[in-house]
């Protein structure tokens, strides 16, 4: 048995693949196998594959009609034989050391799965940026090197990148759960992540920045093209995760919060084009929860005065022009709210700062500066 397995869907990315592969093909931990499954690729990817697995045995390349991501990954998994299974994007950079940092740690904590960092990298300026959502700082503060789950890390559940590179997976751990990467979708590694999240008894974290994640104009996630409303399907494929796991009481205010705050921030990045065909999707789904008293008491209590300004307005304009006007009175009302929170968060400070007995202790001193003004 190989201890990894590198798992690399591959669709139309000739222009980076080269730097993918050989961040792979060159990591110190030599007993891997590389499985790529170019999944319908339309520009050189596959003859690019074939060139590499031409020079390293260890390379296997699957060629199939364009599926999906998670089509292409679940076969790449199924193929898998390694111990542990990582997952590769065919446009990013692993760390040379990464593999067999992770595996070390992996072995020597016997957990489910390895949580490291990444790292932003931009094309355009050539910088590498760190990132909180990323880097996971305050989550390394508290977990240290210790094995934990989700019940000792309840207030990070949602801070946690879901990205699978960020993760070196035990493989038989995934298998025995029968955890695959939802198809047909876009973001499928946020049910995959809560999936593996919740199934794992022992999880672990590498304060090391293992992997770049390369930044581009015509990435899919900054595109705003039509699969952007794909985030509504996956907000219930969520909810039912933390359903099937017991958990959703638990969790129920936080995942109302990332349904409407993702949902709005996918709309208001979505090119125009689609905004009406989003709108429409979102109006079933919110009229299919609306219509579950357990929600509608949540809307009566719980519900901020803005969610709840824009929960109607989903429901109650069906052109999207109407509802733009709303949405852009949201966004002047959530920012005189922010206004006012450092506002008061200031005076607070103000009025702290003046019954301190530092200032007081220099009051004279601040009479005998101000008269020689």
Known sequence: MVKVSVVIPVYNVEDFLGECLDSICNQTLEDIEIICVNDGSK????????????????????????????????????????????????????????????????????????????????????????????????????????????????????????????KLYNREFVMK????????????????????????????????HLFKRRWYSSSSTTSGAKHFANYIKICD?????????????????ELLIKKFKTNFHWYMNIRPFYKQ????????????????????????????????LLFDGVLKYENRHDFDVLFKKFRLLEKQEKLKEKYENAKQLNEELLNSSSWKATENLRSFMHKLR
């Not at 959502?133 to 934990?148: I, K, P, T």
């Not at 029968?178 to 809560?194: A, K, R």
């Not at 494929?237 to 205010?253: P, S």
Request: no cysteine; glycine share 4%.
């Open 43 to 166: 520009d050189k990817s596959l003859e690019i594959l074939n060139e590499y697995a031409s020079r390293d045995k260890r390379m296997t390349v699957i060629d199939q009609e364009n599926g999906g991501h998670a089509v292409a990954t679940n076969r790449g998994m199924k193929l898998a034989t390694g111990k542990y299974i990582f997952f590769m994007d065919s446009d990013d950079i692993l760390e040379l050391t990464a593999l067999e940092d992770t595996y070390k740690v992996a072995e020597e904590r016997d957990v489910d799965f390895v949580i490291f960092q990444a790292i932003n990298y931009y094309m355009d300026t050539g910088k590498l940026v760190e990132a909180e959502n990323y880097s996971m700082n305050e989550l390394a503060d508290d977990v240290g090197d210790s094995v934990f789950n989700w019940k000792d890390i309840k207030k990070h559940v949602f801070n946690i990148t879901v990205t699978p590179w960020s």
């Open 177 to 208: 759960n029968s955890i695959i990467y939802p198809e047909g979708l876009v973001f499928d590694d946020n049910v995959f992540f809560f999936e593996t999240l919740f199934a794992a008894d022992r999880i672990t974290f590498l304060r090391k």
């Open 237 to 253: 494929l969520i909810w039912q995760t933390f359903f099937k796991y017991g958990v959703f009481d638990e969790f129920k205010d």
């Open 277 to 308: 065909m989003f709108l429409d999707d979102l109006r079933e789904d919110y009229q299919r929860i609306a219509s579950d008293d357990e929600f509608r008491k949540y809307i009566e209590k719980d519900m901020t005065s803005l969610q709840k």
